[in-house]
């Protein structure tokens, strides 16, 4: 447990820890992991400067996370007198905050007074951009403590050229100006290799019978060295049994399809036949009587490899072709020990130049002389780390340890730029490297969220992921088109390509169930009238093909009489009337039971209309409770700590819907507005039709005169009553 007494602030749902004060920074290691809002954070991708990151990323894996972001903080504290340096405004660092009771703090003091004076300087805070002239001028200097050494750094010609041909066989680094180099490793492994190859080539005398000749009698050995073969085998089975004789020669049939094509003496067909007539005796002509595809491959031979070793001969037997591989294995097995070395660029007489003229260590000893200068070049960066701290640590903590530059007045580090778009503008919008796998994460965020592909004129793109978090999303859809503005002002051209719909308000949500009523309508209708048109176009079309080919069709036969038109069943006519008077029957019962709800009506359409909204507000209402900017940075490579809330108050401070400037006047007069739809009227027909129903119905009757009640009007007359019978006269 900590002795320290922090202070939190709470955002987003969050408690966050407040960061005012250097002791706050100083006690940092001691707050625990389980309160820091994020525990990593990508190094690219965010609005803080990415060599500041690639600095406090000690193991260059792209990721910060907690250890290196209190490794740096451990820095700063052995570097500055005062942690609160960190935290306060300005960019310059004051020489007067560096600690000169620590060794940090006296190499960093030292070497930044050093960079002012070479840069005659004499104010009492260093820049950046001091820092950056020095490391410019240093880097292009020939030797610079990087421990690379480009072939400029060389004074003799002979090893500079030494240096450019190790770049060619081994291969180059860039060194601090960006010019191609050698370093140690190169070096070693180049001139490893060229002592290698000179020994294996110390061995070629041993092994060649033909002296320099033997490379040329091998080479045109081996071209032809498993035809000959191949040519042996045969004839050997052509001696254990006649019949191969003819089976192992170019069969008829082969040399019937070779007839049938116009051949070159090289073509495939033709070197796939064997080498010469397969005969018991085995003795293969040099001459005449072989393969064409093979004949300048095998006078190669016999002049190269046969002539030199067996003397002039015109066949050449197996016990001949043994012979010769006999005496040409040795070099051939010397020549298949030879590896791929790096110094393949240079032939053996510039190898042993090299070896003897002890460039390797010509070229070793200027990178040491080089890499003496790397403490003055770390001191140097030393000072860039104090001032990147001074200016960008206070601003990583506000976006890793807690979140208050996003949930403040300030943009956060991730917050890309602003979209503008269907009359609103975005301020939450991150820069996304795959659209689709972004997405799969961050659905979970419950966050009506645009991804959006940018270009430039320039050529530039990339692709941005948007937070749509006020308004109503009814002419949001993949294809249109907006502006983003990045966090530098450069304005891109911004394409909707992906659409994760989520809810942005309860009052949006209200409205959901009629909106889809109306889309399904006009989808049902605009489906049928399509039908129609194409039943339609097929009539015309059908109309129009029979006139154009009337005058070339022979007559038609007569059309037999039209069937007389079917009569419409009773029973049809009675199921309609069923349907027609339960539908009346039904929109009577409810209209009655509202008239009869009396002065609690206005409640019973309010219950009307949530029982068909309700569920859809309580659906939206729940999700925007679950609302969170964790998914969102996850999917971005971000381990955020926290359920940080995205609320509907604070979602609507991240987009901004349009409004008239303060004091704007504006007039009202539009000379294309359609005609004003006169709802007065339909609103007093409607009421006008209610109370005739409810008149006609007996409710209001209590409220009416006698004569004008509909009880009285509906009343049936009495029939007259008969006359009594006379009595009987008595």
Known sequence: MSDYRFSFFRAGGVDQVVLKTGADLAALPKLDKKLWVALACPVKGTAIDEKTLKMLDTDEDGMLRPPEVLAALDWAKKAFKSLDVLLEKGEDLPLAQLDDSTDEGKSVL???????????KSGKSISLDHVLATQEAFADTKLNGDGVVPKESADDELVALAIEEVMKGAGEVPDRSGKPGVNKELVEKYFADIEARLAWAKEAAGVSPLAEATEKAASALADVDEKIEDFFTRCQIAAFDTRGQALLSASEGALTDLGQKSLAQTADDVAKLPLAKIDANAQLPLETGLNPAWRAKMAAFREHTVTPILG?????????FVTLRERLQGFRDWKGKRGTYTCDNVDDARATVLVEGGYKDKILTLIEKDLELAAEYDAITSVERAVRMRRDYAKLLRNFVNFSDFYGSKKASFQAGTLFLDARSCDLCLVVNDAGKHASLAAFSNAYLVYCDCTRASGETMQIACAFTAGDVDNLMVGRNGVFYDRQGKDWSATITKIIEAPISVRQAFWTPYKRLIRLVEETFAKRAAEKDKESMAQVDGAAAAAATADKAPPAPPADPAAPPKKMDVGMVAAIGVAVAGVAGFLTSVIGMFL????????????????????????AWLKLRKRNLGPILDANGWAVNAMARINVPFGTSLTHLR???????RTADDPFAEKPTPWGLYIFLVVLLGLGVAWTMGKVDRFLPEKARSSTVFKQPEAPKEPAAAAPAK
């Not at 002039?312 to 001949?320: I, P, Y």
């Not at 009869?596 to 659906?619: E, H, K, T, V």
């Open 596 to 619: 009869g709800l009396g002065i609690f009506m206005p409640l019973g359409i309010l219950a009307l209309l949530l029982a068909i909204s309700g569920p859809s507000m309580l659906i």
């Open 659 to 665: 409004e008239l400037p303060e004091g704007a006047s």
């Open 312 to 320: 002039a001969k015109k066949v050449l037997t197996e016990a001949d």
């Open 110 to 120: 030292a070497s930044a007074k050093r960079i002012l004076e070479d840069q005659k």
